[in-house]
């Protein structure tokens, strides 16, 4: 007797779905219909809105991924030497792949409490690279951890351009003026 075909269990159909609406959000925006996503992930209505009752709850899951994307990115280059530009690096490579979420994060967690855990997350992942950087003489002394979230604003810039192509010559562009702004002053070292 041959054993029936086995459903995917909660966290697979999450990842399907997680995975969906990225794609989705990307090709077509956040306001996407959040029916693409159902098709995308070829899975019924009903369970997308078992995982994710809304599009802010299905937002918010991918801001959460994406943040622990952050945190395991943080974790692999924590013994380089450039670790926090790389980071930084990584942040704006994010950013030009996933323009809209991007934005998203950029407006909608300035205004709402609920992404605050998010927020303080991020500033919590950057600060051991940053004070490592800022103890080789990296970065400057007067830069802090949550100055790092208006860096991630200024790669934002990058949306601006129409391609990926484009978006990415401007996150570069961004990222070469955030190390120069960045680099500590030797007058002030003196």
Known sequence: MSSPTKRPDAATRRTQLLDAADAVFTAHGVNAPLEL???????????????????????????????????????????????????????????????????????TTLSDERFQPLRQQVREICMPLLEKAQAQGRVRKDFQVHDTLLLSGMLGAALRGSTEGERLRLAQQALLLIRRGLQPDPACTA
């Open 37 to 107: 996503v159902v098709e995308h992930a070829g899975v019924g209505r009903a369970t997308l809105y078992r995982q994710f009752p809304d599009r802010h709850a299905l937002l918010l899951a991918l801001m959460e991924r994406s943040v622990e994307r952050l945190r395991a990115k943080a974790l692999s280059l924590q013994d380089t030497p450039d670790a926090f530009f790389s980071l930084l690096e990584y942040l704006a490579q994010r950013i030009v792949r996933s323009p809209s979420l991007s934005d998203y994060w950029r407006t």
